[in-house]
């Protein structure tokens, strides 16, 4: 993970109440966008990768809204993904000093921005699925496991204590054996993972080594740091 690296000092306000170094808070539009490696948080005013911040842009009417993979158009402001990050971006008004003025942001939007992140996150989970890289029930999990294929392993977040602790065990011991690490995920209910995955009663599954299941593992990560204060 790149570290932060602290910016300057702002500089005397001018004329319209805003900082100067301002102008410096929003990407230049969507070519802009998606081709930075960082950007500054208008939160925090640190330089971070922009797999770890949200993107934000000004809706027709004026509000503020989320763009998880920067395909909305106009200039964007970046906050750095967790909660608490957002909540101080909106406490210090600070989408209205990187928008001048022209951004309305909802106090709500802490709430919509995790509902998307979750949305966005089953949504990946279904598309490993539809390619055929998801197993799911206890053995079938066994199973993919002993044979090397696993590279997530999901639980249930209300599954048993007792079966999570013994196939992540299982596991440890396969990961450590081949010398990798199988990512674990736990941050989705099962009636979630039914619904994504369109069966019934699903507690644990696995991921199979695919780029539609690093896509997934990616979507989580993000979630579980937005999630995590």
């Not at 932060?4 to 005397?12: G, S």
């Not at 330089?47 to 200039?75: I, M, N």
């Amino acid at each position: 993970m790149q570290d932060e690296t602290a910016l300057t000092a702002a500089a005397p306000a001018g004329a319209d109440g805003a900082d100067e170094t301002d102008a410096g808070l929003t990407d230049a539009g969507l070519p802009d966008a998606r081709h930075a490696v960082a950007r500054q948080c208008i939160a925090s005013r640190t330089v971070k990768p922009v797999d770890e911040l949200l993107r934000f842009v000004v809706a027709p009417d004026g509000s503020v809204v989320p763009d998880l993979h920067a395909r909305l158009p106009g200039r964007g402001a970046w906050v750095t993904a967790k909660r608490s990050v957002l909540a101080e971006a909106l406490k210090k008004k600070a989408f209205g000093r990187a928008f001048r003025g022209k951004g309305r942001a909802d106090p709500a939007l802490p709430e919509l921005v995790g509902q998307l992140l979750e949305k966005d996150a089953l949504g990946a989970l279904a598309l490993a699925n539809k390619a055929g890289q998801v197993v799911a029930g206890n053995a079938k999990v066994i199973e993919a496991l002993q044979g090397g294929k696993v590279a997530v392993l999901v639980h249930a977040g209300d599954a048993a204590p007792d079966g999570v602790a013994k196939l992540d065990a299982l596991a440890r011991r396969i990961g450590e054996a081949a010398g990798r690490e199988i990512a674990r995920v736990d941050g989705l209910f099962g009636v979630q993972l039914d619904l994504a995955l369109g069966r019934a009663n699903v507690v644990h599954a696995a991921l199979l080594a695919h780029p539609t299941s690093a896509g997934f593992l990616a979507r989580m990560k993000k979630l579980e740091g937005w999630r995590a204060e």
